[in-house]
């Protein structure tokens, strides 16, 4: 097979190759039918280069070299998402985790062998700032290998970048665009209570204007549920909710001398120091 079996490929589907092509990352048919590009991402691609097919999967030219370091990575990420599920499943034992969910190159099986573990937490309302903290301290105690900042040896360390409180699923609107839409329509859930997961994708229904079948909307409007308190659990709910307050405070004052572009609020906390958005689109209009 070859070049001149790319009958199907549209723009959308060829733009989608092109795409990829920037992470090393070779596309199935069925990939590139799940991950073509919308309406909204397409204006970004300026120019096309002829893609090649072989073995079933869909690369440029001349990028032939990709097709082992597929398979590869594939390895490697199979044995990086049995770590990752291991410590999902400790972390799941805490009442106000919401969700785990694996993110960056390993949710889509194409991880280095170098690389760390990206994970994203999402955490019952209210409750984030002493579920970090919480989490870390039972890593630690159980000696899973946490990565800390300017770590140079990441190598299977869980990387928790993305925490969310589950009152602010919601991207930011000045940093959505084709990469970060990307990132969360790949996003691969290995704890998920009461529908988080859902509940994330339908805050975020405007990755649908980039990746418009990278995933299913479910048409159930999830609510989050409320109980009705008591006033010893009312007391309860409030304490805990200043002691949030106070764990935000003290975690923010810890971190504040070397944030930079990162989001640090009361309900979100995302560690994503380089503008990954902006350099891919760069990369696209190139």
């Known amino acids: 097979m070859g070049l001149q079996d790319n009958e199907f490929l549209g723009t959308s589907e060829t733009a989608s190759i092109l795409y990829h092509d920037i992470f090393d990352y070779p596309l199935k048919v069925k990939e590139i039918i799940r991950w073509r590009v919308g309406k909204k991402g397409l204006s970004l691609f300026k120019k096309t280069k002829e893609v090649l097919n072989k073995d079933g999967l869909y690369c440029l030219k001349d990028k032939e070299s990709l097709l082992y370091k597929r398979t590869l990575r594939e390895r490697i990420s199979n044995r990086k998402t049995e770590i990752a599920k291991k410590n999902a499943s400790l972390l799941a034992k805490l009442p106000t985790v919401k969700g785990v969910f694996i993110t960056g190159a390993l949710a889509m099986n194409n991880a280095k062998e170098e690389s760390d573990i990206d994970l994203m937490i999402i955490t019952k309302r209210n409750r984030l ?3 970090r903290l919480t989490s870390y301290l039972v890593l ?6 946490v990565r800390k900042p300017n770590d140079k040896d990441q190598k299977d360390k869980l990387c928790l970048n993305i925490w969310l409180d589950e009152s602010a699923l919601s991207w930011g609107k000045k940093d959505r665009n084709i990469y970060s839409a990307h990132e969360i329509a790949q996003v691969v859930p290995i ?3 009461e529908n988080v ?5 339908q805050k975020n229904r405007w990755i ?13 409007q999830y609510v989050v549920r409320s109980m009705q308190k008591s006033i010893l659990h009312s007391t309860f709910y409030v304490l805990l909710s ?13 971190m504040k001398p070397k944030i ?4 640090v ?11 990954w958005g902006k350099e891919i689109n760069e990369l696209l209009s190139a």
């Open 191 to 193: 704890v998920d209570k």
């Open 242 to 254: 200043w002691f949030n307050k106070l764990a935000f405070k003290l975690q923010y004052l810890y």
């Open 208 to 220: 649908l204007d980039y990746w418009p079948s990278a995933v299913r909307l479910s048409s159930m």
């Open 197 to 201: 997961h859902q509940r994330f994708l």
């Open 265 to 275: 609020t009361l309900h979100k906390a995302i560690f994503h120091p380089r503008n």
């Open 140 to 145: 630690r105690m159980m000696n899973y290998a």
């Open 260 to 263: 930079t572009r990162e989001v």
């Open 129 to 131: 700032w002493l579920t």
